[in-house]
């Protein structure tokens, strides 16, 4: 009966390292650019919230429309004032630069916020569930199931709308989609923005279940490399089920071999699929 | 050859410069006593240096206005000299031996934690200058017979075997205890102490989990604690680990009769940010702002340190910051004792130190960790710490969740 539980919690968890991932995976797949900022773009969505509901008493989840708003302003401008001087440079040089952007404007919230961890305590948390004997944290589910749709959301968006099919002709080529008159760089710019976007509503869902802190970016930054390679680069089913596949693995691995192998179990995996299945489990050349 | 000669022609003419200049220095340049303080001031444990450096500041500026440290005829003032190490063990250790051969710093104060004290305490060592430690408590740091290291925290047996006893003698029908152990130097060390004295009490440990350091789910370990029944769990970790740890056991339905936690609930952030989850939470600290004792030391008294404290930061000390700023004070009364800043001498005195402070009375083992104090065991009741042990500065009773 145990077993339920671990798979619950390895689905919880999974929902929420696929919206930690998807706006990485992204911008890493149509632009090409190794966002560094992205884990930092996530704490900031959880501070708004954090701030929103202190202040405002804002419910976090309400707050994903203004942590997502903020962010893509942030993101466009950051990408259409730096990053897109540099986008057809080498890969490494991107990353070198939202690597320093980084550290930039982690240490500026060290500054503005401290270290000192903070966190949301809902005046009225949906509480636990329980069904059987599986316990589902009510809150921890609600921010999975949200997070999922918004994934979907931006799914159906890049599948059904003229912008989105833009960014999906840059993804699979750039040259051509330059001479059918997409303007690349708006297109850019605008992909980079969703990518923020997603970053800051994945903080405002991730602010009511982990501490905040500007040092928790590394931390996001580092599941969103993992779900990425495991899923596929720039494919949104890639996230998702990279993420639930992490997710799963990591309970499971923890409950047999002990929490303090979990971390190594999944590297191991993610070595393994990067042997076998370079791709990732659905990554493909082109776009769905 | 050439680039040498060059280079000894430019030290040269420098330390030429600098005798001629030497004697236009105002006398207090130089009689400035220099301590080196690498600290984590960014990344995972800046919380924990920026503690660190708050209780030196507070020494520093009470030393200073207090008139300086007097030694062999003269009056020195302090200055701190600090280099953030970014949370960044191997940078910790660099930054020590920078700071003793470049900013020749006359005695050290020891980063944070076990691990990196221990790491650092082999620079201290190598060039003799004494080293004191704010913040590790595990006998690990201590064991290799070093000269010039001290600890202020008493070892990890001390903050375990209390409770221990506390929780038994007030509840016999508490059997089973499940552990879960940050995998990290310290915390390690602490909840294994802490599983040897529950045992010593006839307990029985029904489970003891790791965690990997910057785990962000501890959803498996909770529910793999739930399914043993425990009555109850004991936690070891820093703040941020323990915030997730207690809001995963109440998610998951784990809910024990007592709950320990160490190193979190001694910092009042913690209460604030955990909220009503915080409640009948028990915790140990090495040092309490209820604790009273008068002291020789630079402060004059707990009420008194209270009071700086509060004037200068607001709110109170916890065992970090206070234990911080009385590893200067220790440094002052180890220069006075010994009427000299000679590092060696200074070592001698620090060693022979038999003293009261306003954080209770100092006198170190040979091994160099101070076996001098009784941490005090709390509970947060209503978001406020209640000491439960020892019985001099009791507040409260111990209580049950039910």
């Not at chain 1, 707050?63 to 540099?86: D, E, K, P, Q, T």
């Not at chain 2, 063990?89 to 700071?99: C, G, N, Y």
């Not at chain 2, 010039?148 to 029908?173: D, Q």
Request: glycine share 10%.
């Amino acid at each position: 009966m145990i077993y339920l539980q671990i798979a619950a919690n390895g689905l919880v968890l999974g929902g929420l390292y696929a919206c930690i991932a998807v706006g990485f995976s992204l911008v890493w797949g149509v632009l090409n650019v190794i966002n560094i900022l992205h884990g930092t773009f996530i704490v900031l969505g959880s501070y708004i919230a954090y701030f929103a509901y202190v202040h405002a008493g804002i419910h976090p989840f309400a707050s994903i429309v203004i942590a997502g708003g903020v962010l893509y302003a942030l993101g466009h401008a950051i990408h259409a004032g730096i990053i897109n001087r540099v986008i057809a440079a080498p890969v490494l040089i991107t990353l070198t630069l939202t690597f320093g952007l980084d550290l930039i404007l982690n240490n500026a919230m060290l500054v503005a916020f401290t270290a000192d961890y903070r966190s949301i305590n809902l005046a009225r948390p949906l509480g636990t569930l329980e069904i059987g004997p599986v316990f589902l944290p009510g809150d921890r589910v609600a921010a999975m199931a949200l997070a999922l749709l918004l994934t979907i959301l931006l799914w159906r968006l890049l599948r059904d709308s003229r912008i989105g099919r833009a960014i999906v002709a840059v993804r699979m080529d750039r040259e051509a989609a330059a001479l059918m008159g997409v303007d690349v760089k708006r297109i850019n710019a605008i992909t980079f923005g969703i990518g923020a976007l997603m970053a800051g509503a994945a903080g405002a869902l991730l602010s009511i279940i982990f501490p905040i802190s500007p040092l928790n970016s590394a931390t996001f930054l580092g599941k969103a490399f993992v779900v990425c390679v495991l899923g596929g680069l720039g494919s949104v089913p890639g996230a998702i089920i990279g993420g639930i596949v992490l997710g799963i693995v990591e309970s499971f691995g923890s409950y047999w071999f002990g929490p303090e192998h979990a971390v190594t179990i999944s590297f191991a995996i993610l070595l393994v699929l990067l042997f076998a299945r370079p791709r990732g489990l659905v990554g493909r050349r082109g776009y769905e | 050859m050439f680039t040498s000669y060059l280079s000894r022609r430019v030290a040269a003419g420098i330390a030429a410069a600098g005798v001629a200049v030497l004697p236009l220095l105002p006398a207090a340049a130089q009689d400035a006593i220099k301590v080196g303080a690498p600290l984590p001031l960014t990344g995972p444990l800046s919380p924990e240096g920026l503690k660190q450096k708050r209780g030196y500041d507070l020494w520093v500026e009470t030393a200073n206005t207090k008139g300086g440290i007097k030694a062999g005829g003269k009056t020195y003032t302090v200055e701190i000299v600090y280099t953030d190490y970014a949370s960044n063990t191997p940078r910790a250790v660099q930054s020590a031996e920078r700071m003793i051969t470049d900013d020749k710093v006359n005695f050290l104060f020891a980063p944070f934690g076990s691990g990196a004290t221990k790491a650092a305490s082999a620079v201290s060592e190598k060039y003799g200058i004494p080293m004191i430690a704010p913040t590790a408590s595990s006998a690990e740091v201590y064991d290799q017979s070093y000269k010039f290291l001290f600890g202020t925290l008493t070892p990890n047996e001390t903050v375990s075997e209390p409770i221990a006893k506390l929780v038994t003698e007030n509840k016999p029908n508490i059997k089973r205890v499940a552990i879960l152990a940050r995998n990290d130097l310290f915390p390690l060390a602490v909840a294994q102490a802490f599983e040897k004295a529950v045992k010593a009490q006839n307990l029985e440990v029904v489970t003891f989990e790791r965690y990997a350091i910057g785990t962000m789910d501890h959803a498996a370990a909770i529910t793999q604690m739930r399914a043993a029944r425990p009555d109850w769990v004991y936690a070891s970790g820093y703040i941020n680990d323990l915030i997730l740890i207690r809001r995963q056991m109440n998610d998951l339905g784990l809910k024990p009769q007592i709950l320990t936690m160490i190193a979190g609930p001694a910092y009042p952030e913690f209460a604030k940010t955990v909220g009503p989850l915080a409640e009948n939470i028990t915790s140990m600290s090495w040092w309490h702002p209820a604790v009273r004792y008068k002291g020789k030391d630079v402060f004059g008294s707990t009420e008194a340190f209270n009071a700086a404290w509060e004037k200068k930061y607001g709110g109170e000390a916890d065992y970090v910051d206070a234990s911080s700023a009385v590893d200067g004070a220790i440094i002052q009364l180890g220069i006075e004792a010994a009427n000299s800043i000679d590092p060696a001498k200074v070592r001698d005195a620090i060693a022979a130190l038999d003293v009261e402070t306003f954080y209770g009375k100092i006198k170190f083992a040979a091994s160099g960790q101070i076996n001098s104090l009784q941490p005090p065991v709390f509970q947060l009741q209503g978001g406020q710490p209640v000491v439960l042990w020892p019985p001099a500065i009791k507040q409260g009773e111990l209580r049950f969740s039910p």
